[in-house]
């Protein structure tokens, strides 16, 4: 295995920013970990293991560490019956790859998440959701490399204890494993889940076949989402999480509007509520948007006005310094002007 030094981590991003990593490496199955692990351990340094880079900003300084990069590749049927497949697939895989190959077997489950960069691996480390769907539900079992012990581990699905944007590998066991395989039960009996706003208006009398779920994903997220294919789309997705409010806060909030905004405004904050597994949660995005702040810029930053929620890299030449202060000027005006502290949703490194 190759381990390189002084690797410039922006084209690794979909942001496209972030200096060098002070050892990068490449890996694609347990013996390639271990002798990452191995060499971060002897020349102590901290490590970070990467996949696609669609939920991080790396610093302008980058990472003075090792980067282990998850390339493993591999598409399994496990077991299928009448109702039901297994499917096991190597991290290293593009999801939206995965997600095109389940919907052209008409295998449901994965529609939802269309169109959202990245590897695989990663999809169980912040539970990915959308428009009504979290990798949670459609995850069996995990297969991780354990860097204390230096065993593959199967994990089940309680055992990554999946929750908002969160498992234990972003949580409690953060650092510890390498996911190299997740096993994933796939319907083959169709179950649509179209309960999302913006869905149910493109199927108001519910049904739609698969691929035409997946198409119209597509297209609601193309209009939201920059997908990131060149510099100046560079992004990573929501910059900001969803508030979660127990009901007492979401009152305290509401006449908090009415008094610093006015009752239309409140009014409209109800709408907008959503519950979402059993939680009641806000839009990010309607937050920022009534403080004014979707025409936002810095430096070569600014924030998306399609979606307030993605902060993007407007000219392609944006340092994450531009990124962070935009984002820190975000959270500071929601706190000041709704009381709300705003969650930075992808992962700083190198900070
Ligand atoms: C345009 C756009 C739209 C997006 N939409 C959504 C969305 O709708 N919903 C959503 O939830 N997210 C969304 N995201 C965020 C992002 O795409 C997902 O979180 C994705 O799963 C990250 O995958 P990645 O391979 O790029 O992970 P990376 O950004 O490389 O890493 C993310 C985290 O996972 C860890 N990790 C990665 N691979 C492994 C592995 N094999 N083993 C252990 N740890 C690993 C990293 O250490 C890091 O902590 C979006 C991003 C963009 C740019």
Redesign the pocket.
């Known amino acids: 295995m190759n381990i390189l030094k002084d690797v410039i981590l922006a084209p690794?991003?979909?942001?496209k920013i972030g200096g060098p990593a002070r050892y990068f490496c490449v890996v694609h199955d347990q013996f390639d970990a271990l002798e990452a692990f191995e060499f971060a351990e002897k020349h102590r340094l901290q490590t970070?293991?990467?996949?696609?880079?669609?939920?991080?900003l790396v610093s302008d300084e980058g990472f003075n560490g090792m980067v282990i990069?998850?390339e493993?590749k591999g598409i399994e049927i496990l077991s299928q019956d009448d109702n039901q497949v297994l499917l096991k697939v190597a991290?290293?895989e593009v999801?939206d790859k995965v997600v095109e190959f389940a919907v052209k077997n008409i295998w449901w489950g994965m529609e939802n998440?269309s169109?959202?960069?990245?590897?695989?691996?990663?999809?169980?480390?912040?539970?990915?959701?959308?428009?009504g769907q979290?990798?949670k539900n459609i995850i069996e079992s995990v297969v991780?490399f354990n860097r204390e012990t230096h065993e593959i581990q199967n994990l089940s699905s309680n055992d990554c204890k999946f929750g908002y944007?969160s498992s234990i590998?972003?949580t409690a066991q953060?650092?510890k494993?390498?996911?190299?395989y997740i096993t994933f039960k796939l319907s083959k009996t169709a179950r649509p889940i179209l309960n999302y706003r913006d869905l149910k208006l493109q199927f108001p009398e519910g049904g739609g076949q698969l691929n035409e779920i997946r198409q119209a994903v597509v297209k609601i997220?193309d209009i939201k989402?920059?997908?990131?294919t060149e510099a100046k789309?560079?992004?990573?997705?929501?910059f900001f999480k969803n508030p979660i409010l127990a009901q007492s806060e979401f009152n305290e909030l509401k006449a908090r509007l009415q008094s610093g905004f006015n009752k239309e405004v409140a009014d409209v904050l109800e709408k907008k509520k959503f519950t979402d597994n059993a939680q009641l949660k806000i839009p990010a995005a309607f937050l920022i948007d009534i403080c004014g702040l979707k025409d936002l810029e810095k430096g070569g930053a600014a924030i998306n006005h399609n979606q307030p929620l993605?902060i993007i890299n407007k000219t392609g030449a944006a340092t994450a310094k531009d990124v962070l202060d935009l984002a820190n000027r975000v959270k500071s005006a929601v706190q000041n002007k709704t009381g709300i502290e705003l969650q930075f949703?992808?992962?700083l490194?190198g900070f």
């Open positions: 690794y991003t979909t942001f970070f293991v990467l996949g696609g880079g669609s939920n991080l990069k998850v493993d991290s290293g999801w998440l169109h959202i960069p990245g590897s695989t691996g990663a999809i169980a480390v912040q539970n990915v959701g959308a428009y979290e990798a991780v944007r590998f972003n953060k650092g494993y390498i996911i190299f997220r989402f920059p997908f990131p789309k560079g992004n990573a997705g929501s993605v949703e992808p992962e490194i």
